[in-house]
């Protein structure tokens, strides 16, 4: 037996080359096919060519850019934020479709269909978009990015608005028998901030006056409850009378907190209260239609830009059609520059127009 080791058949080149910090090796029978092969998989990776994940469905995409890129490095309002803008718009919009299918047709056509929003809502959701396609990109995930020149279509400004007619009594209704009815009510017919709810006690509402003393505030994404953010926070509410009596009736200990969560008793965080909405709202969006399929709402008929914010903001608007000076407006709503009250009080309706009308026409009356 020949003690010759056996001859390989090629003798492969070898060249090696880093791209985003990663090693990767091409070989060849040759040292320029070697050269080649290594310059073809640079290509493809710079192109996106060499992984599968712009395959992926753009729901996929956009809870993964969440949770990875995301929920660490914003706090728990923007988390939300942005999570309700993919569950409520995103998805349901083009979430169907390949990451890298989608156009920027596509996205500027889905920006425009929310007519309604405001200015502050629209923005957040090109935002998002721009935020999840660029890094997308930046990854070699879609060979370009089409989320790059969103354009923003007309709207108005305000960060929330005011509930509608329809809207009002759809949710006074669900409230007579949801469990964040009595929240909602306070909200509505008081306009307290959420932080403010949440920090509510019982010996904070003196029955005898008919007044919520509004002093303190669970301070943001903590469990923390101090004084308010400014002086113009403290201040007393006068409650209307449809709401001390379902305030009577529920009526706790003193020192025990007005509003708490149903499995555990305890005063509400953040998130249960967020928790508690979304319940509120997915109920009420049930009661006025949204089609169900396998207990999941598959068509919604409620608003999405609806959040429990609108309640106060709703409430600022009621005082100015109850003729409430501007002045006395901004102390109920605890705002400490009267400029933010005027911004609430710029609502105009028709009964508003109506009964300046008839003032008018009685000082003319009276008068000439």
Same mark, same amino acid.
Request: with cysteine; net charge positive; charged share 25%.
């Given at each position: 037996?020949?003690?010759?080791?056996?001859?390989?058949?090629?003798?492969?080149?070898?060249?090696?080359?880093?791209?985003?910090?990663?090693?990767?090796?091409?070989?060849?029978?040759?040292?320029?096919?070697?050269?080649?092969?290594?310059?073809?998989?640079?290509?493809?990776?710079?192109?996106?060519?060499?992984?599968?994940?712009?395959?992926?469905?753009?729901?996929?995409?956009?809870?993964?850019?969440?949770?990875?890129?995301?929920?660490?490095?914003?706090?728990?309002?923007?988390?939300?934020?942005?999570?309700?803008?993919? $569950?409520?718009?995103?998805? +349901?919009?083009?979430?169907?479709? /390949? =990451?890298? %299918?989608?156009?920027?047709?596509?996205?500027?056509?889905?920006?425009?269909?929310?007519?309604?929003?405001?200015?502050?809502?629209?923005?957040?959701?090109?935002?998002?978009?721009?935020?999840?396609?660029?890094?997308?990109?930046?990854?070699?995930?879609?060979?370009?990015?089409?989320?790059?020149?969103?354009?923003?279509?007309?709207?108005?400004?305000?960060?929330?608005?005011?509930?509608?007619?329809?809207?009002?009594?759809?949710?006074?209704?669900?409230?007579?028998?949801?469990?964040?009815?009595?929240?909602?009510?306070?909200?509505?017919?008081?306009?307290?901030?959420?932080?403010?709810?949440?920090?509510?006690?019982?010996?904070?509402?003196?029955?005898?006056?008919?007044?919520?003393?509004?002093?303190?505030?669970?301070?943001?994404?903590?469990?923390?409850?101090?004084?308010?953010?400014?002086?113009?926070?403290? $201040?007393?509410?006068?409650? +209307?009378?449809?709401?001390?009596? /379902? =305030?009577? %009736?529920?009526?706790?200990?003193?020192?025990?907190?007005?509003?708490?969560?149903?499995?555990?008793?305890?005063?509400?965080?953040?998130?249960?209260?967020?928790?508690?909405?979304?319940?509120?709202?997915?109920?009420?969006?049930?009661?006025?239609?949204?089609?169900?399929?396998?207990?999941?709402?598959?068509?919604?008929?409620?608003?999405?830009?609806?959040?429990?914010?609108?309640?106060?903001?709703?409430?600022?608007?009621?005082?100015?059609?109850?003729?409430?000076?501007?002045?006395?407006?901004?102390?109920?709503?605890?705002?400490?520059?009267?400029?933010?009250?005027?911004?609430?009080?710029?609502?105009?309706?028709?009964?508003?127009?109506?009964?300046?009308?008839?003032?008018?026409?009685?000082?003319?009356?009276?008068?000439?």
């Amino acid at each position: 037996m020949s003690d010759v080791p056996k001859q390989r058949k090629y003798r492969y080149e070898r060249v090696t080359f880093y791209f985003e910090g990663k090693r990767y090796e091409s070989k060849g029978k040759t040292a320029k096919e070697a050269h080649a092969k290594a310059a073809k998989k640079k290509l493809d990776l710079e192109q996106g060519k060499a992984t599968s994940g712009g395959n992926m469905s753009m729901e996929n995409w956009a809870w993964q850019w969440l949770e990875t890129f995301k929920a660490n490095a914003i706090g728990e309002g923007h988390y939300r934020n942005y999570s309700s803008l993919i $569950r409520s718009i995103i998805v +349901p919009a083009i979430g169907n479709k /390949r =990451l890298n %299918a989608v156009t920027a047709v596509e996205l500027q056509r889905l920006v425009n269909s929310k007519t309604g929003y405001s200015k502050s809502h629209l923005m957040k959701l090109r935002q998002a978009l721009k935020s999840m396609f660029h890094k997308a990109y930046r990854l070699r995930m879609i060979t370009y990015d089409p989320a790059e020149d969103i354009d923003l279509p007309k709207a108005e400004d305000g960060t929330h608005r005011s509930i509608t007619q329809k809207e009002r009594a759809d949710i006074l209704a669900l409230s007579e028998t949801h469990r964040a009815g009595l929240w909602v009510m306070t909200l509505l017919y008081c306009g307290l901030r959420p932080s403010e709810t949440r920090a509510l006690d019982w010996d904070h509402i003196d029955f005898e006056r008919k007044v919520i003393h509004i002093g303190y505030a669970m301070k943001a994404a903590t469990k923390t409850i101090d004084e308010p953010k400014t002086k113009a926070g403290v $201040r007393d509410v006068p409650i +209307p009378r449809v709401l001390v009596e /379902r =305030l009577l %009736a529920a009526r706790g200990n003193s020192g025990d907190p007005v509003f708490t969560q149903v499995k555990t008793g305890r005063r509400h965080t953040i998130a249960s209260m967020y928790g508690l909405w979304n319940n509120f709202k997915r109920e009420l969006d049930i009661s006025i239609g949204a089609k169900l399929y396998r207990n999941q709402i598959i068509e919604s008929k409620v608003a999405s830009d609806l959040v429990a914010y609108c309640l106060r903001h709703t409430y600022g608007t009621d005082l100015q059609e109850a003729g409430v000076p501007l002045n006395v407006a901004k102390y109920l709503m605890g705002h400490s520059d009267i400029s933010v009250t005027a911004n609430v009080y710029t609502h105009t309706t028709e009964q508003m127009l109506g009964t300046v009308a008839a003032q008018i026409d009685e000082y003319h009356g009276e008068n000439h």
